[in-house]
């Protein structure tokens, strides 16, 4: 006879299976932790989570996470409005700020295109992209996309649609290891790669 968990544990452990980068072992690990940690702590965790769930929204303006209308990057007068870096997600862009060497403002795409996942350009925050270019003024987009297939696909596809508008396109340098995430690279290669940014050829 094979030993089983209870129910409501079997629950939580593949609740946790579901969180990205958690894998079976993961979740039960985390599981037994919270199970044995003190029933305060774990309903603050509760809380939060939901609290977060209900308050943060995605940013009108660019679609980073925000607790307010637009997100204190799109509230800052100080950026310059000329200059938007395209990202992926909103971790991407928070790599990025701690750099401390961008000043412009962002776009967050919510993920990359990606046709075996059935993922495409119009499942992305292109169009609104494409919008804010004129009403902004934009003259220059970064393409801050990761140094994968998706990411490399997703630039071209971009440098595609807004060439011909006359802006100026570019990416990243290759400061970063190719198949790498933004998230896990330190700042002062992040900050590098920014600066060494090239055109997009067609």
């Given at each position: ?12 452990i ?20 919270l ?10 965790l ?23 209308e ?13 200059t ?43 169009r ?43 990416r ?5 290891p ?25």
């Amino acid at each position: 006879m094979s030993l089983a968990y209870t129910p409501p544990m079997q629950v939580l452990i593949d609740a946790l299976g579901r969180l990205p980068g958690i894998g079976p072992k993961s979740a039960q690990r985390i599981a037994f932790h919270l199970l044995k940690t003190d029933r305060g702590d774990v309903e603050r965790l509760a809380s939060s989570i939901l609290e977060a769930r209900a308050l943060v929204r995605f940013c009108e303006r660019c679609f980073n996470f925000s607790d307010a209308e637009l997100c204190r990057v799109c509230r800052d007068e100080g950026r310059d409005s000329t200059t938007v870096c395209v990202v992926e997600e909103s971790r991407d862009l928070i790599a990025i700020e701690k750099t401390g060497q961008f000043k412009g403002r962002y776009h967050v795409l919510l993920g990359s295109i990606n046709p075996l996942e059935g993922v495409g350009p119009e499942h992305l925050k292109i169009r609104e992209l494409l919008v804010r270019i004129g009403a902004e003024g934009i003259d220059e987009v970064i393409v801050c996309t990761n140094p994968n297939t998706e990411g490399d696909v997703t630039a071209m596809y971009l440098a595609r649609l807004l060439k011909p508008l006359g802006l100026r396109v570019t990416r990243i340098a290759s400061g970063l290891p190719v198949g790498g995430d933004l998230e896990y690279a330190d700042e002062l290669t992040l900050g590098r790669a920014l600066d060494g940014r090239r055109e997009i050829p067609d």
